[in-house]
């Protein structure tokens, strides 16, 4: 196992080395020491209509449960019978209105996971377990050690201290509050089901991915050229393209140099903003109607203030990647060192015309499903990254690309240029925290 102070040696300000990624050692200790101790988003409220309802979830090397009590209330167990273990639910999503049912030998739960019925009970009696020293664990299911809901979006976290849902997310909130403001009901519904992609790579590779302004210009360049090609035939002929066609061309059309113009937020325990957007307020016929029934619903000065907001791009180390004006995140679930499972949702804005819908849909579809290029063409760098970090050819990582030229105010770190590496040294300075116990 490594020792804390091969950690500490392993992750410089802007440098880190390999074995981050690819000892098997590191990666047990990153599921014990960071994943097992942070909030982690486990769903959506609206995934969970009614009493009974279920999904499960992992956190870190944990199965668990989110599932909607009696009383109303969302809660996450371990999906672990208590009596000799089993798995409680062996489905990925399902409703049990009368609690659960374990199928090993039928003891019975509340959906909040207390003990509801023991087949021939009379087995216990004069038993420990029947006189009272039992204790909760050894007739419920275990509950998590603390759950919190953000506008909808729930957490649950392992550990029994540390800082609130709130706390901890800090300025990151905006990723849920920018999601939700965009409905004119000021809520969002999931839409079930989601893509689920298992990379043959390291989680950390996808993370830092998601604020790397340097790579879609040159990674998706192919797809984007294609899509412009299109695009401006489209044009020609009938005067207007498809938006969805420029999710995919802003790839060729927005150059290397335009990354720069961005700008990215780190903050404390490795969050990021990523600000700028390709297409932020189209005068499409269907945008100009979604801002009527905005406009209806709050007038036109927080109208203003809500589509103002210019985010691209929240993390919320180290397990979600959330993207508002497109309705849409990615939880990232570590299953090892080199295989990593993403599950890629997307939402509804309630109250919203139908077309809003069927944008933030094409964007799913055309961007971030396993099926579009886009996601093949970060899939294979990820996979080459990680081949390359296994081999032998180096053993340091650079994160230079303005190192030290940020501009720091407190504990918000700007970057200078949008391009900066300063979202992947706030995620190790994060990760560096975690796993040296801080
Ligand atoms: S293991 Fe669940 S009832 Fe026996
Ligand atoms: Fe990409």
């Not at 729930?154 to 997310?169: H, I, K, Q």
């Not at 990615?330 to 993403?342: E, F, G, K, M, N």
């Amino acid at each position: 196992m490594a020792a804390t102070t091969d950690l500490a040696k392993l992750v410089q300000p802007d440098r880190v080395h390999r074995r981050a990624y690819t000892d098997p050692a590191i990666f047990e200790l990153e599921m014990e020491r960071i994943f097992h101790k942070v909030w982690t988003y486990v769903g959506h409220e609206s995934q969970v209509k009614n009493p009974g309802d279920y999904w499960t979830v992992l956190i870190g090397r944990q199965p668990m449960i989110m599932v909607r009590h009696s009383d109303g209330s969302v809660r996450v167990l371990h999906n672990r019978c208590p009596h000799r273990g089993a798995m409680l639910c062996g489905d990925r999503h399902g409703s049990a209105p009368d609690g659960f049912t374990c199928s090993y030998h039928s003891w019975q739960f509340h959906p909040d996971g207390s003990l509801k019925a023991i087949p021939l009970e009379r087995g216990y009696s004069g038993t420990r377990f029947e006189s009272g020293a039992a204790d909760a664990a050894m007739r419920n299911v275990k509950p998590a050690a603390r759950v919190a809901s953000y506008r909808g979006f729930v957490f649950a976290s392992l550990a029994a201290d540390g800082p609130s849902l709130e706390e901890w997310l800090g300025p990151a909130r905006i990723a849920f509050d920018d999601i939700c403001d965009r409905a004119p009901g000021g809520e969002v519904e999931i839409v079930p089901n989601c893509f689920r992609v298992i990379q043959q790579s390291n989680w950390k590779i996808f993370l830092e991915n998601q604020l790397d302004a340097l790579h879609p210009a040159v990674t998706h360049e192919s797809t984007g050229k294609a899509a412009h090609e299109v695009e401006l035939e489209l044009e020609e002929r009938h005067q207007r393209a498809p938006l969805s066609y420029h999710f995919l061309s802003a790839f060729s059309t927005t150059p290397i140099p335009k990354w720069d113009d961005f700008q990215t937020l780190n903050y404390p325990h490795g969050h990021s903003i990523l600000t700028g957007y390709m297409g932020l307020r189209p005068r499409d016929p269907d945008t100009l109607a979604y801002e009527e029934t905005l406009r209806q619903a709050y007038g036109d000065k927080r109208m203003e203030e809500i589509l103002g907001v210019n985010i691209h791009h929240v993390l919320c180390y180290p397990g979600l990647s959330v993207q508002p004006p497109l309705q849409q995140l990615r939880a990232v679930r570590p299953l090892s060192v080199d295989q990593t499972l993403t599950e890629i949702w997307h939402f509804r804005l309630k109250g919203a015309p139908e077309a809003i819908y069927r944008r933030a849909l094409g964007y799913y579809n055309l961007v971030n499903s396993p099926s579009t290029l886009v996601n093949a063409d970060d899939l294979w760098n990820f996979w080459k990254c990680h081949q390359g970090l296994a081999s032998d050819g180096g053993d340091w990582v650079s994160f230079h690309r303005n190192a030290g030229q940020d501009h720091v105010q407190g504990d918000l770190v700007t970057s200078v240029i949008g391009t900066s590496e300063a979202p992947m040294r706030n995620q190790f300075s994060a990760w560096g925290a975690y796993m040296g116990g801080a």
